[in-house]
């Protein structure tokens, strides 16, 4: 058991007490870079909480680090915000490694100068090193500099030099947020972050350590939703480096959006219904039917001769270096035809091949002296093995990228190129696992699809099949590897089914279904330019929700009629600071000029809740989906409401179609009051003020429809929001997944009521949430009395394509049926026409 001891630290400033929970900083208040207390100064001279040792002195010289003889390491941070004065203002009196008395002054300030131009004059006292402090203690009031006590750590005494000595420092624990954990993008974002720093930073989770420079290597931990890690750094300024990393960790494990489970098919696989059926996911629907053709991987032949570390580094590194000029060809050929998920795919194998672990274990065989051939295929091939190892399927996909980065070096490094196997047309390819790189070489004009016995729903493979369009199966058993070239299949990807030696009747029914869905698809893109007219001659009009220009475009292409949904947010996510007006008048410039003359309504910046923009500094909330989200913070945030709405007026310019609309807002006087804030702008501009819309996504603005209707010129429904709202359900919880449903009869009739309100003053209502793009629940909006859908651009033809298959008086009439039921399996049945 260790021993434990008291340290008291000296309040270092003149000052009121403030509990770390107020600091607007998020790297404070959630004490990710360590646990102590603020001190709101009415002193400028920092004074030394305690005798020690100078361990870091921040070049902007608002922070420093002091190790006490006990071994506790203290950050004193003067300000929020204050690395960004770089120095100004600040006069730090010491280096690291100079020796310090209680009471010494270390750090002057000006007061007036920091306190205008920082967000918070602030001044946090933290313990840095948590590991080896049990306790920590402040007490209420006033303080005074160099007399009283700000801050009593008790110490776990026989840990404490020990760990110090090392001078690693360690966050408190960090717990990820994100339902999808800590996969490959936010594993990049820190590995790259890391790799700015020169000490060494490494992350701990459940018992295992990860380098946190090496994305595999951080992958390779498995960290899932709910688990708990620290950070840990070493070297010089670790103090800092930790602050900045835990920051990036909490930014990128708390953000969804990006992150979000791809929509794909059932994770798991399922029975097969009979012997003759072999049963995985669906990682692209489709059917079809073809010969089977075992695409073996060809293995590099390459010797292996044992060679001199001096001649194999060299020989090693060159290839690695043509391998990454291979990849960028691949990339920019990519980007350039717009295939931007695919080109990213290759941008992840080019951050793979500077991975520190993968490198240092290639290293390790050259130092051995076993060849740059060897010694490269051994440490692939062990990193690819460790991640396949992993329970998690979505980390053990990505072997299959370590397994294809791994053969490109390896081709390359032994001088040998891969043969390629004429395929047969029409074949259905059978494989252990393919990489991207093979289905990027596909010819794929000879491919009916393919079926894998390892990948899953969301891997990459997956996204270049959806892409293609080409029917794929993951996680199907082995036995398809014993299956013999040539012989007939049907690869049902939409039920997940394989299924061997088909009868005649069954090949019959399976080029039927084909030929069904390849007819309807194409109809529906070649028609996809006409208006959506119901039979009985009622028009709506489908839009696109889109995030970028690029989206709009291709809405464009597919027939969407404008946009319905502009996610402005996409604008300001992943960035260090919000767009400047400019910026962000361009970027809405551009979404418009998809559609010039066409209706483009752009959503007014929706965060809170669960999208997080770091530099907003949200204050924590306890339930932040009922707390300053949408419309909310923009009211408290004016001057962010106030650069977004002349961006939107200045774009307006030219673009007669721009509207805009509020999000999430929840009672008559918000909206009110953020119309006022655009018709100032508008008129300070000398612009009209484009049309404003309200978006109907809580309870209480469909309850209060009619009220909104007299303000707003038009409604927006937000399904998705409305679903949660009105079901007290997370959008976002997997557990509720099922349940969340636009077609729930509470939800029908939140609809029901905000077309009503609209009605009665001539408003048209639009939807924008996620049943604007299921065609199972497009008969009921339109019953309902929706004018407009805005859907996934992909989506948008087939929706097209559903809506004249209706009618508009039997979409009413099962309205009014399903308004009456009292459950969402009620409604199921309805719809599905085994109610009548
Ligand atoms: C919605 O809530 O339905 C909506 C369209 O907004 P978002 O999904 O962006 O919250
Ligand atoms: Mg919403």
Same mark, same amino acid.
């Given at each position: 058991m260790?021993?434990?001891?008291?340290?008291?630290?000296?309040?270092?400033?003149?000052?009121?007490?403030?509990?770390?929970?107020?600091?607007?900083?998020?790297?404070?208040?959630q004490?990710?870079?360590g !646990?102590?207390v603020?001190?709101?100064?009415?002193?400028?001279?920092?004074?030394?909480?305690?005798?020690?040792?100078?361990i870091?002195?921040?070049?902007?010289g608002h922070?420093?680090?002091?190790?006490?003889?006990?071994?506790a390491?203290?950050?004193?941070?003067?300000?929020?915000d204050t690395?960004?004065?770089?120095?100004?203002?600040?006069?730090?009196?010491?280096?690291?490694?100079?020796?310090?008395?209680a009471?010494?002054?270390?750090?002057?300030f000006?007061?007036d100068?920091?306190?205008?131009k920082?967000?918070?004059?602030?001044?946090?006292?933290?313990?840095?090193?948590?590991?080896?402090?049990?306790?920590?203690k402040?007490?209420?009031?006033?303080?005074?500099a160099?007399?009283?006590?700000?801050?009593?750590l008790?110490?776990k005494?026989?840990?404490?030099?020990?760990?110090?000595?090392g001078?690693?420092?360690?966050?408190?624990e960090?717990?990820?947020?994100n339902?999808t954990?800590?996969?490959?993008?936010?594993?990049?974002?820190?590995?790259?972050?890391?790799?700015?720093?020169?000490?060494?930073?490494?992350?701990r989770?459940?018992?295992?350590?990860?380098?946190a420079?090496?994305l595999?290597s951080?992958?390779?931990?498995?960290?899932?939703?709910?688990?708990?890690?620290?950070?840990?750094?070493?070297?010089?300024?670790?103090?800092?480096?930790?602050?900045?990393?835990?920051?990036?960790?909490?930014?990128?494990?708390?953000?969804?959006?990006? %992150? $979000?489970?791809?929509?794909?098919?059932?994770?798991?696989?399922?029975?097969?219904r009979?012997?003759?059926?072999l049963?995985?996911?669906?990682?692209?629907?489709?059917?079809?039917?073809?010969?089977?053709?075992?695409?073996?991987?060809?293995?590099?032949e390459?010797?292996?001769?044992?060679?001199?570390p001096?001649?194999?580094?060299?020989r090693?590194?060159?290839?690695?270096?043509?391998?990454?000029?291979?990849l960028?060809?691949?990339?920019?050929?990519l980007?350039a035809?717009?295939?931007?998920?695919?080109?990213?795919?290759?941008?992840?194998?080019?951050?793979?091949?500077?991975?520190?672990?993968?490198?240092?274990?290639?290293?390790?065989?050259?130092?051995?002296?076993?060849?740059?051939?060897a010694?490269?295929?051994?440490?692939?091939?062990?990193?690819?093995r460790?991640?396949?190892?992993?329970?998690?399927?979505?980390?053990?996909?990505?072997?299959?990228?370590?397994?294809?980065?791994?053969?490109?070096?390896?081709?390359?490094?032994?001088g040998?190129?891969?043969?390629?196997?004429?395929?047969p $047309?029409?074949?259905i390819?059978?494989?252990d696992?393919l990489?991207?790189?093979?289905?990027?070489?596909l010819?794929?004009?000879?491919?009916?699809?393919?079926?894998?016995?390892?990948?899953?729903?969301?891997?990459h493979?997956?996204i270049?099949?959806?892409?293609?369009?080409l029917?794929?199966?993951a996680?199907?058993?082995?036995?398809?590897?014993?299956?013999? !070239?040539?012989?007939?299949?049907?690869?049902d990807a939409?039920?997940?089914?394989?299924?061997?030696?088909?009868e005649?009747a069954?090949?019959?029914?399976?080029? !039927?279904?084909?030929?069904?869905?390849?007819r309807?698809?194409?109809?529906?893109?070649?028609?996809?330019?006409?208006?959506?007219?119901?039979?009985?001659?009622?028009?709506v009009?489908?839009?696109?929700?889109?995030?970028s220009?690029?989206?709009?475009k291709?809405?464009?292409?597919?027939?969407a009629?404008?946009?319905?949904?502009?996610?402005?947010?996409?604008?300001?996510?992943?960035?260090?600071?919000?767009?400047?007006?400019?910026?962000?008048?361009?970027?809405?410039a551009?979404?418009?000029g998809?559609?010039?003359?066409?209706?483009?309504?752009?959503r007014v910046?929706?965060?809170?809740?669960?999208?997080?923009?770091?530099?907003?500094?949200?204050?924590?909330?306890?339930?932040?989906?009922?707390?300053?989200?949408?419309?909310r913070l923009?009211?408290?945030?004016?001057e962010?409401?106030?650069a977004q709405?002349?961006?939107l007026?200045?774009?307006?310019?030219?673009?007669?179609?721009?509207?805009?609309?509020?999000?999430?807002?929840?009672?008559v006087?918000?909206?009110? %009051?953020a119309?006022?804030a655009?018709?100032r702008?508008?008129?300070?501009?000398?612009?009209?003020?484009?049309?404003?819309?309200?978006?109907?996504?809580?309870?209480?603005?469909?309850?209060?429809?009619?009220?909104?209707?007299?303000?707003?010129?038009?409604?927006?429904?937000?399904?998705n929001?409305?679903?949660?709202?009105?079901?007290?359900?997370?959008?976002?919880?997997?557990?509720?997944?099922?349940?969340?449903?636009?077609?729930d009869p509470?939800?029908?009739?939140?609809?029901?009521?905000?077309?009503?309100?609209?009605?009665?003053?001539?408003?048209?209502?639009?939807?924008?949430?996620?049943?604007a793009?299921?065609?199972?629940?497009?008969?009921?909006?339109?019953?309902?009395?929706?004018?407009?859908?805005?859907?996934?651009?992909?989506?948008?033809?087939?929706?097209?394509?559903?809506?004249?298959?209706?009618?508009?008086?039997?979409?009413?009439?099962?309205?009014?049926?399903?308004?009456?039921?009292?459950?969402a399996?009620e409604?199921?049945?309805?719809?599905?026409?085994?109610?009548?």
């Amino acid at each position: 058991m260790d021993q434990q001891l008291t340290l008291r630290l000296l309040s270092p400033l003149d000052g009121e007490i403030v509990p770390l929970d107020n600091v607007p900083d998020p790297v404070f208040a959630q004490r990710i870079a360590g !646990d102590g207390v603020s001190v709101d100064p009415t002193s400028s001279v920092v004074l030394a909480p305690c005798a020690g040792e100078i361990i870091y002195a921040h070049p902007a010289g608002h922070a420093f680090t002091l190790r006490s003889a006990e071994g506790a390491e203290l950050m004193i941070h003067v300000g929020v915000d204050t690395v960004q004065l770089k120095g100004e203002g600040f006069s730090l009196k010491v280096r690291a490694g100079d020796r310090v008395q209680a009471g010494q002054p270390l750090l002057e300030f000006d007061a007036d100068l920091v306190a205008t131009k920082a967000r918070s004059l602030l001044t946090q006292v933290l313990a840095v090193n948590m590991d080896i402090v049990s306790a920590v203690k402040h007490p209420a009031g006033r303080v005074r500099a160099g007399r009283d006590v700000l801050l009593e750590l008790t110490l776990k005494a026989a840990t404490a030099s020990a760990k110090s000595a090392g001078g690693t420092v360690a966050s408190g624990e960090l717990t990820v947020a994100n339902p999808t954990g800590f996969h490959a993008r936010p594993a990049a974002m820190l590995a790259q972050e890391a790799k700015r720093f020169a000490g060494t930073v490494r992350l701990r989770c459940g018992g295992g350590v990860a380098n946190a420079k090496s994305l595999v290597s951080i992958m390779s931990l498995n960290i899932g939703f709910g688990d708990k890690l620290v950070l840990e750094a070493e070297g010089p300024g670790a103090a800092e480096i930790l602050a900045a990393l835990a920051a990036v960790v909490t930014r990128v494990l708390d953000a969804p959006g990006a %992150e $979000a489970a791809p929509a794909a098919a059932p994770a798991a696989p399922r029975a097969a219904r009979d012997p003759r059926a072999l049963a995985g996911v669906c990682a692209s629907p489709g059917i079809a039917v073809g010969k089977a053709f075992q695409a073996r991987q060809e293995q590099v032949e390459a010797a292996e001769a044992k060679e001199e570390p001096a001649a194999a580094r060299p020989r090693l590194a060159s290839a690695i270096e043509a391998a990454k000029a291979e990849l960028e060809i691949l990339l920019s050929k990519l980007s350039a035809e717009g295939a931007t998920e695919q080109a990213a795919v290759f941008g992840a194998h080019r951050e793979l091949l500077e991975d520190p672990e993968l490198l240092d274990l290639a290293e390790g065989g050259v130092a051995k002296g076993a060849g740059a051939v060897a010694a490269w295929r051994g440490a692939y091939q062990e990193y690819a093995r460790n991640l396949s190892r992993l329970d998690n399927k979505l980390l053990a996909g990505r072997a299959v990228d370590i397994r294809d980065v791994g053969a490109r070096v390896l081709r390359l490094v032994a001088g040998v190129s891969l043969k390629q196997r004429e395929l047969p $047309a029409g074949c259905i390819l059978l494989a252990d696992e393919l990489t991207p790189s093979d289905i990027a070489g596909l010819d794929k004009a000879k491919v009916a699809g393919l079926c894998t016995v390892g990948g899953g729903a969301s891997s990459h493979v997956a996204i270049f099949c959806r892409a293609a369009g080409l029917p794929a199966i993951a996680a199907a058993p082995a036995a398809i590897l014993d299956i013999k !070239d040539g012989e007939q299949l049907v690869l049902d990807a939409d039920n997940g089914e394989l299924r061997l030696k088909p009868e005649q009747a069954e090949l019959a029914a399976a080029a !039927d279904r084909q030929a069904a869905g390849a007819r309807r698809r194409e109809a529906a893109v070649s028609a996809s330019g006409q208006s959506a007219r119901t039979k009985d001659g009622k028009h709506v009009h489908v839009l696109a929700n889109v995030g970028s220009a690029a989206d709009a475009k291709e809405a464009a292409r597919l027939g969407a009629e404008g946009v319905g949904l502009c996610r402005s947010e996409f604008l300001f996510l992943d960035r260090p600071s919000a767009p400047g007006e400019e910026e962000q008048q361009a970027a809405y410039a551009a979404v418009a000029g998809a559609f010039p003359g066409k209706e483009v309504i752009i959503r007014v910046l929706d965060v809170g809740g669960d999208k997080h923009l770091p530099y907003l500094q949200l204050a924590k909330e306890e339930n932040p989906f009922l707390g300053e989200r949408g419309i909310r913070l923009l009211l408290a945030r004016p001057e962010l409401l106030r650069a977004q709405l002349r961006a939107l007026l200045l774009a307006s310019r030219g673009n007669p179609g721009l509207k805009l609309m509020f999000p999430m807002v929840s009672e008559v006087d918000e909206f009110r %009051e953020a119309k006022a804030a655009l018709n100032r702008e508008a008129q300070a501009l000398g612009i009209p003020a484009p049309k404003c819309g309200v978006m109907i996504e809580v309870p209480s603005a469909a309850l209060l429809s009619a009220h909104l209707a007299k303000e707003a010129d038009f409604f927006s429904i937000g399904t998705n929001d409305l679903s949660q709202y009105t079901l007290a359900m997370d959008r976002g919880n997997p557990k509720l997944a099922g349940r969340a449903w636009a077609g729930d009869p509470s939800v029908l009739k939140m609809i029901d009521l905000t077309v009503k309100g609209a009605r009665a003053h001539n408003r048209p209502v639009g939807v924008c949430g996620g049943a604007a793009g299921d065609p199972q629940l497009v008969p009921l909006l339109l019953g309902l009395g929706v004018d407009e859908l805005s859907a996934p651009p992909p989506a948008v033809p087939l929706i097209k394509a559903a809506i004249r298959e209706l009618d508009h008086g039997a979409c009413q009439a099962l309205a009014a049926q399903a308004l009456e039921l009292g459950t969402a399996a009620e409604v199921r049945a309805l719809l599905a026409g085994k109610v009548k």
